[in-house]
């Protein structure tokens, strides 16, 4: 599939801080956009997703902004806590490929107390 | 815990060899993705089945099939395994006219 890129690939943040992790895609078909947590020796888990008839989703800390038109998409992690340590993973896709998940390459958080 | 099981959890094999993985998705979901992760590769789509039929297919190389059974659940087949091979492989599965997978714990592959 065509590219999702996925910055930064690390991040480090103090304990009640905010984070935020950018994807851009290149796919024009791409209409659903989830972002997964992966801890370690864990499968991926679905923590958000967004539609692209939607600007903007919000589950109590964790937010995510689409904006197509610029073809990127941002997790919003507030008030981070020890145990949002973990690898975040962006992804896309559309009904051409199956709705088959085409994966950035993955932050790997560190929230310090 | 997503519902969705992987067995088995750690495999050691030699070269050349083959091995099966198993997946059984959540209850009532119909499509079941299977995708390999690597430190280089990282996350890669592999091959979806919906309903026992393939649907799509990804980066699945030709040494790799898979398969949906009639209970709905999958085996991926991996034969004259390569050291390359190594790595994580993961089933998802999501139900028919939703986007949303959910992932199993994973088959840690270790071809020595």
Do not use: M
């Not at chain 1, 910055?7 to 078909?29: F, M, N, R, W």
């Not at chain 1, 689409?66 to 993973?89: C, R, W």
């Not at chain 2, 030709?62 to 004259?80: G, I, M, T, V």
């Amino acid at each position: 599939g065509e590219n999702v890129e996925q910055h930064p690939s690390t991040l480090s943040v103090q304990e009640g801080d905010s984070a935020v992790i950018k994807c851009t895609y290149s796919d024009s078909a791409s209409n659903y956009f989830p972002w997964y947590k992966q801890e370690l020796g864990k499968g991926p888990q679905l923590i958000i997703d967004i539609r692209s008839n939607v600007g903007e989703k919000k589950d109590q800390r964790i937010a995510v902004t689409l904006n197509k038109t610029a073809k990127h998409f941002s997790l919003h992690i507030t008030e981070t806590q020890p145990e949002d340590s973990a690898v975040y993973f962006c992804a896309d896709s559309n009904s051409n490929s199956g709705y088959a998940l085409n994966f950035g390459k993955g932050t790997s958080l560190l929230v310090t107390p | 815990d997503s519902g969705v099981t992987q067995t088995p959890k750690h495999l050691i094999t030699a070269t050349g060899q083959r091995v099966t993985l198993r997946c059984s998705p959540r209850s009532g979901d119909l499509s079941v993705y299977w995708y390999q992760q690597s430190l280089d590769q990282g996350l890669q789509f592999l091959i979806q089945y919906y309903n026992g039929e393939e649907r799509a297919k990804g980066n699945i190389l030709e040494r790799f099939s898979a398969q949906q059974f009639p209970d709905l659940h999958s085996e991926l087949n991996l034969s004259s395994l390569e050291l390359g091979d190594s790595a994580l492989y993961f089933c998802a599965s999501s139900v028919q006219g939703t986007h949303e997978q959910y992932f199993g714990p994973g088959t840690r592959l270790t071809v020595t």
